[in-house]
């Protein structure tokens, strides 16, 4: 039996949740679980999305915000263009991290999920008309062990064809206990409604079978796909990667290896109820006890797709878990529906990428954090039939590359077998005449549409001497040896220093776009965190934009 939450419902949970949270504040089972102990002790590893719910201002100000309209805002463009897609609470506050998914039975219907910092979960936002209006959702997380509600947090979101359904996906975490998980929830009339919370699919959890939580595993940074190939063996599967950390009592992590997870239900008529769901796993790197958290086996920023011959291929990070250093970027492929791995390949070449040495991610001038790891993704062109992939890179920060210094770029590399082997890198966020941009570029997202061409959109400072000002860039091109049209698609600049709740800390780890169709009917969803709002709220806010089609 399929089952839709109302706004009733929504306020419900709202209250439910400030209850738990003081219940869980105020009770005597009251313990500092270790991936908190592991964030206060050591610079990086799990990502900023979990970092931040410990810092004073956003557990003060969710305590005493207020959404106004969880359902039927519509955006309108603003400023020119540019459309505002996310309602707003009273007092507003942040959503960041926006993933985009389109459907391919009617790909003028699509559906954002962004982190949302009023009740801890989902911002869900859904067009029926290309993107020129919008309809909010918003969606709190569920420990389906306790029932318990906990912060959510790293959306994504695709389509399955077989199912006529869009999943999205949270993880679940609690700032007072132990208990972590990633769960899915379904929408099956076009992401005007949603799974309730209670009956979410849980994916993976450290709850064992007699109740008890193994408080030594944390699971972060999720991502999903779907094999939307009907001659592919596994059709319909959903895959969701993540990470999973392995911490000591003090919090320090000696293994974090990339996992997956997908979906055993392969029944075209079942009734869609996720809990019927079952879910196999395996590691795509093992787990490596006592490895200090410097190998292989320490991983961040999986990125899962689906190529034509109905492979899974996922790109990653060799990261260090205590801190933010990123040391190479790996790929694994899997031809048996996620069960087994033929071996792992290093994609970047020597001399061709570089990581931001500051061991926080913070870039010169700005207070948030931009990792590489988990705004690098991967995407199957299905005309080319490449793995294309993009990543920030400070390759070129010092100017040895090109002579002139240009701070952080975006660079793309390309595989046309089956990530064997990998193109050499190109920088992607260049001038007209191919040299690397100005100031930082960051959060880069890519989308592939039905003509092959490659969409790719970062934010970039290069229009602001003081290299703080973002503003949104995109560039389309059929030719993945030709970047040079880059577009400024903002109609305002805005500066991270001021988000966040006025400490600029977080504007997110990633941006999001979608393209479908092909011809004269591509239509482009490109999604981005942008605080041109924030200096009138005192919560410092940031919103997400797009730039609606035509």
Partial sequence: MRRSLHVGVIVAIVAAMAVTALSQASGTTRTTPRWVRHVRNYPGGIDNTVRVTLRKGVIEARSRTHRTGPAGFA??????????????????????????????????????????????????????????????????????ATGDFCSGGDPSVVYSARDHAFYASQLCFFRVHPESSVEVIESTDGGNTWTP??????????????GSIDDSVFYDKEQMAIDN????????????????????????????????????????????????????????????????????SSN???????????????????????????????????TDGGSTFHGVVQVNKNG?????????????????????????????????????????????????????????????????????????????????DGSPAAEDQALPWMAVDGDGATHVIWLDNRNDPNNVLF??????????????????ISTASWDPNASFFGSGAFVGDYNGIAAAGSGGGVLEYPMWVDGRNTLPSPHGQTDIFTVPNE
């Fill in 197 to 210: 919370a209670r009956y979410s699919s849980q994916v993976i959890s450290n709850a064992n079978p007699d």
């Fill in 300 to 334: 961040q920023g999986s990125q899962p797709v689906v190529d034509d011959q109905g492979g899974l291929d996922i790109s990653f990070m060799q990261e260090d878990c205590n801190t933010s250093l990123d040391r190479k970027i790996l790929f694994n492929r899997s």
């Fill in 75 to 144: 955006g309108s463009a603003l400023d020119g263009g540019n459309i505002q897609v996310n309602a707003d609470s009273s007092p507003p506050l942040p959503q960041n991290e926006e993933q985009v998914a389109y459907s391919t039975d009617d790909p003028s219907t699509a559906v954002v999920a962004t982190n949302d910092y009023v009740d801890g979960g989902l911002f869900i936002g859904t067009t029926h008309d290309g993107g020129n209006t919008w309809r909010s959702w918003f969606e709190a997380s569920r420990f389906a």
């Fill in 471 to 488: 503003e949104t860039f995109r560039v389309v091109t059929g030719d993945v040896t030709d970047f040079t049209a880059n577009e400024d």
């Fill in 229 to 296: 190939n009907p001659a592919s063996p596994f059709y319909g599967r959903l895959y969701v990667t993540y990470t999973k950390f392995h911490m000591e009592p003090n919090g320090f992590s000696d293994y974090c290896p990339i996992q997956v997870s997908w979906t055993n239900l392969i029944d075209p008529n079942a009734d869609g109820d996720l809990r019927d769901a079952s879910w196999g796993h395996s590691a795509v790197m093992p787990d490596n006890p006592g490895d200090n958290g410097v190998s292989l």
């Fill in 352 to 432: 061709q990428w570089k990581d931001n040495p500051n061991k926080s991610d913070l870039l010169p001038d700005k207070n948030a954090r931009f990792p590489s790891s988990t705004s690098a993704p991967l995407v199957f062109n299905p005309v080319t039939h490449a793995l294309e992939f993009v990543t920030q890179n400070y390759v070129n920060a010092n100017g040895k590359v090109t002579g002139t210094s240009t701070g952080q770029d975006i660079s793309f590399t390309q595989s046309l077998d089956y990530g064997t082997t990998w193109s050499k890198m190109r920088f992607v966020s260049v001038n007209g």
